[in-house]
């Protein structure tokens, strides 16, 4: 099959869209939550970042459905949006549901530059989704959380990395379109566009929760694992990331940028001492 043909555009499409799972969040089988429990789910930093952004993203996501053309497109793209939706109303109700505090915000609405505002969001998901892969796995491992919690936040991140997937063949597609096919190019594009995604998600959760000015990454690993290193960290997420990836045809692209950059950065690790998360670095870098 080749790349940006109306057969990879059918088969991205279709694969996103047949493989939709059909549930609300209200009727899930939340659990009750014992006194320790409770207050774990409730010291987790980043619930109200969480909740805002993916507010946010279903009305961008909605909107942007509207302004495709093509039809296949269109529909994927507009059950994305419900999708995303319905990822704002899961947090809102365990937010309800278990009494976290946090202060609401407003919902912006659509930005004016939708495509770029989509696509600058996509390639931020294929970051952030990368390493909240590696957050749930080692949350799950630690018994952090009873089982039956992660097993309603289970199809919430086989959705993300159904939104990743169908993201990059889609912007491939876009490209190959546009007469951007050469592979090179395709790269350099990514490159930028991955550089606007950690700025943007550095912004984001930089001075989120306790004021810290860490990221959201090393402050949810912190909150789940004590003495946690960037090599435990990195491995569980490269682990994680090929189990949830492994389920796509293989006629797919897939986000490898950061899974090769941490795949290196593993192997060099390992020819360095261990350094832990909490010992007042920042995966390795020591802070100024």
Not at 1 to 23: T, V, W
Not at 80 to 104: A, C, K, M, S, T
Not at 127 to 148: I, K, M, V, W
Not at 198 to 203: M, V
Request: glycine share 8%.
């Amino acid at each position: 099959m080749k790349i940006g043909s109306e057969a990879h555009k059918e088969l991205f499409c279709r694969n996103f869209m047949d493989s939709y799972q059909d549930y609300e969040p209200e009727q899930l089988a939340w659990p009750q939550l014992d006194t320790v429990t409770l207050a774990r789910l409730r010291n987790i930093p980043f619930w109200e970042e969480a909740l805002s952004t993916e507010r946010e993203a279903g009305v961008m996501v909605s909107a942007f459905a509207d302004t495709v053309g093509d039809p296949i497109i269109r529909d994927a793209i507009a059950l994305q949006g419900r999708e995303e939706n319905r990822h704002g109303r899961l947090l809102e109700f365990l937010i309800r549901h278990y009494d976290i505090p946090i202060v609401e915000r407003p919902v912006p609405p659509a930005p004016s530059q939708i495509e770029q505002s989509f696509i600058d969001f996509g390639f931020g998901e294929c970051l952030d989704s990368f390493f909240a892969f590696g957050l749930f796995g080692l949350a799950r491992q630690a018994g952090y959380f009873p089982e039956s919690l992660f097993t309603i936040f289970e199809p919430l991140l086989d959705e993300e990395a159904r939104h990743i997937v169908f993201f990059i063949n889609w912007v491939t597609y876009r490209q190959v379109q546009q007469g951007r096919g050469v592979n090179l190019l395709r790269g350099s594009h990514a490159l930028w566009h991955y550089g606007r995604a950690i700025l943007h998600l550095l912004k984001a959760f930089g001075s989120a929760g306790d004021g810290s000015g860490e990221g959201f990454t090393a402050t949810g690993a912190k909150t789940f694992i004590d003495d946690l290193t960037v090599e435990k960290f990195l491995s569980m997420t490269l682990q994680e990331n090929a189990r949830r990836m492994s389920v796509f045809d293989e006629r797919l692209l897939q986000p490898m940028l950061l899974p090769r950059l941490s795949t290196i950065a593993l192997r060099t690790l390992k020819l360095l001492p261990q350094r832990s998360i909490l010992s007042g670095t920042k995966f390795g870098v020591s802070e100024q």
